[in-house]
């Protein structure tokens, strides 16, 4: 199958997860939406150290009690990949680009970031 493409909408529907996490005070150290070569579609990245990092299960649900309570409808949601800010992927991405005056819109791709490879990137924030 073909990989979806990333398009403005996309873009637009992961703008708004993220300013909703920052008005919740869980504002991601990293946001991005990556293609990965395990997944088919492309999917929103997430690490954030104000989000509980004992389980995936805890952070995906912080998650989505900010998205109802800010109100973004379940059928507006993206499909996020939450991961742990100590992960080798995130600290690899941290050490690279967190003293960038601004990722916003930088693509990434084609190479190993710690212990991921990353097919393609669009970046929201790196810090």
């Given at each position: 199958m073909d990989t979806a493409t990333l398009v403005n909408f996309d873009i637009e529907q992961g703008q708004k997860v993220i300013d909703a996490l920052d008005q919740d005070g869980k504002s991601p150290d990293v946001a991005m939406w990556a293609k990965f070569p395990e997944f088919e579609n492309w999917r929103l990245v997430i690490a954030s150290d104000?989000?509980?990092?004992?389980?995936?299960?805890?952070?995906?649900?912080?998650?989505n009690e900010t998205l109802k309570r800010l109100g973004i409808p379940l059928q507006r949601r993206v499909p996020l990949f939450l991961r742990p800010v100590q992960r080798p992927f995130i600290q690899a991405l941290r050490l690279a680009f967190s003293s960038a005056e601004d990722t916003y819109g930088m693509r990434l791709g084609g190479q190993m970031f710690g212990d991921q490879y990353l097919e393609d990137a669009f970046v929201y924030r790196i810090r």
């Open positions: 104000q989000l509980d990092q004992s389980s995936a299960l805890v952070g995906y649900t912080q998650i």
